[in-house]
Every structure is written in structure tokens, then in C-alpha cells.
């Protein structure tokens, strides 16, 4: 259970990292950002979906800064 729940975040991680590089062509939150986010990540609205539940979670296993 444990390690398919890091890898479920780890997963997310990579989404968050999508969703931001996809920034760099598309700057807004339009339809097409979000057709360059589903290129890379087809699953995004699962993830965005985990996010905007459990985002707090995600905070633990990332390091200080």
C-alpha cells in the first residue's frame, strides 16, 4: 500500500512539473494549455483531482526549501 501511495505522488509530482514547463508555450489555463498538459500527462485530471485532495499529503515528502 505504502509504496503504491509514493508512487501515485510521485506521479503527481511529475504532473505538477508538466503543468508548469507546459506554462512556457502556453501561458494561460486555456483548452489548448491543457491539450499540451494531456500530451504529456494524460492522466492530469486524476491527478489534479489528487491535488485538490490530498495536496497537503505531497507537502510532507518534498524537501524544505
Known amino acids: 500500500f505504502v509504496s503504491a501511495r509514493i508512487s501515485h505522488e510521485k506521479s503527481v ?5 508538466i503543468h508548469e514547463l507546459s506554462h512556457l508555450h502556453v501561458l494561460n489555463h486555456s483548452s ?3 491539450q499540451e498538459v494531456s500530451n504529456y500527462s ?3 485530471k486524476e491527478h489534479r483531482s489528487w ?3 490530498n495536496g497537503s499529503l ?4 518534498l524537501p524544505n526549501t
Do not use: N, V
Open 13 to 17: 509530482i511529475d504532473y505538477l512539473i
Open 51 to 53: 491535488l485538490q485532495t
Open 42 to 44: 494524460p492522466r492530469y
Open 32 to 34: 489548448l494549455f491543457w
Open 58 to 61: 505531497l507537502m510532507k515528502i
